[in-house]
């Protein structure tokens, strides 16, 4: 067993205590019924997860139905839970359920490797150029007075303001053609894309200031997305990341590339007005009606087909929720995230309760990827800007390909926490041997 700490080793103890004591409360106060709490709660759950997919694959009063089901198989849990007097058996067995897996996974030693990507010295600036958005995030340029400080810090700022669109990539190559060496944007995270290819294929440094409105990019480098403004703190004390960046046909992309549904959907001229009623309008005949293109994925060695939904991310996703999403615990792995999704009904909706698991649930790693379809061109959505693109659609990632300037101080990306092991919570648990624990 690897050398462990007193931390560690009471964090297991307090883990198999934890669950011994739901197990306990289960046993003592719920008796026999304690299968029928369980079935009871899955059930519920169960039934749940497929009333919410009825939702998004019927229209009009099928819809209003599940929505109903949906709100109404909790509340029968609650009920019948209540009227069994067990509702703070099952509140306080759950509770001690929850800190028995939290426990569980801060004991168990973390992922090998540095936590997030390593850092570099940062080479010295002298000709700093920002692309600032104005109206993106809500106008957080404006509020939280980013231009006035980059230009505190040396740096010249170029604001993307009309008459009419403004060719981002072309503004950035003739910004490092007059002498810019750095290249940053206070923008979206699409933005944020173009021009990081921009430094990419020109050797330079990159900057990111997230005001977006999701900031997903930022996010994932460790940045403080609640104060855009330290990230310009990078001007004055700063290191270097260096991370992929990927690359969909002839788009780069910093986040991910989505195919699909979600695609589908973000093509309609009244997604940008009603985003929730365009949604639930289209998705039902995307979904269960075949409307949208028929998929065909090859990552690596395996392929996909049929999923409704394809999502190719620059480095992989953690595990923290259903879809197989969460943050991405560094940017220089050198490979795509790929998951698919593929359910053709509440059986298979519900079953995704399983997690990575699921059975409509896909996730792999590869280098590159190719998604192909049966028409000649698709929607795509690259970090969320709307697409059609000629099939095969390549993805590919290039690894060290972009290098980020960013604060020294800076919130930084936590590690992930392992998944519960629970032999060797328990072999943790045990006495220590001689020289074993720090």
């Known amino acids: 067993m690897e050398p462990t700490t007193r931390g560690q080793r009471w964090s297991a103890r307090a883990s198999l205590a934890a669950g011994a004591a739901a197990v306990l409360v289960l046993v003592v106060f719920a008796g026999l019924r304690t299968l029928g709490l369980l079935a009871v709660g899955l059930a519920g759950l169960a039934v749940t997860a497929a009333a919410l997919w009825w939702v998004l694959t019927r229209r009009g009063a099928w819809r209003l139905l599940a929505g109903l089901l949906a709100l109404a198989a909790p509340v029968w849990i609650v009920v ?31 992922s090998d490797g540095p936590a997030g990507t390593a850092e570099h010295p940062a080479p010295r600036v002298r000709h700093p150029v920002l692309i600032m958005n104005p109206r993106s995030g809500g106008g957080k340029v404006g509020r939280f007075g980013l231009r006035e400080k980059a230009e505190a810090l040396g740096a010249r700022v170029l604001l ?75 001007l004055r004390d700063g290191v270097l990341l260096r991370v992929d960046l990927g690359r969909a046909g002839p788009h780069p992309f910093v986040n991910n590339v989505s195919f699909g549904a979600y695609a589908e959907v973000v093509q309609s001229p009244s997604y940008r007005d009603d985003k929730t009623r365009t949604t639930l309008e289209l998705l039902p005949d995307l979904l269960v ?90 929607p795509v959505g690259v970090d969320g800007e709307a697409l059609l693109l000629s099939v095969p659609v390549r993805c590919e990632a290039r690894p060290g390909a972009l290098s980020v300037l960013v604060p020294r101080d800076r919130p930084g990306t936590p ?17 220590a041997a001689p020289g074993r624990t720090r």
């Open 80 to 110: 019948a839970y209540t009227r069994a007097h067990l509702a703070w058996v099952a509140a306080l067995a759950g509770a001690l359920s929850v800190i028995a897996v939290g426990a569980g996974r801060r004991a168990l030693p973390r």
């Open 415 to 431: 590690r992930p926490l392992p998944r519960p092991d629970w032999r060797r919570i328990a072999r943790l648990a045990l006495p």
């Open 160 to 234: 993307l303001e009309g008459p009419g669109e403004v060719d981002v990539t072309e503004l950035a190559r003739k910004a490092a053609a007059e002498g810019a060496d750095l290249l940053g944007v206070a923008g979206g995270d699409g933005t944020q894309a173009l021009v990081a290819d921009v430094a990419a294929s020109l050797g330079i440094p990159f900057l990111v200031v997230p005001a977006g409105t999701r900031n997903h990019f930022a996010l994932d480098l460790g940045l403080d997305r609640a104060d855009p403004a330290k990230a310009l703190d990078a």
């Open 289 to 378: 009606g075949h409307q949208g293109a028929r998929l065909a994925a090859t990552a690596g060695d395996t392929a996909l087909s049929g999923s409704q939904a394809l999502l190719v991310s620059n480095n992989p996703y953690g595990t923290g929720d259903i879809a197989g999403l969460g943050r991405r615990a560094r940017m220089d792995g050198g490979e795509l995230g790929v998951v698919g999704v593929k359910v053709s009904g509440a059986v298979q909706a519900a079953g995704l309760l399983r997690g990575r698991r699921a059975a409509g649930l896909t996730r792999v790693t590869a280098r590159e990827v190719v998604v192909d379809a049966d028409r000649e061109r698709i």
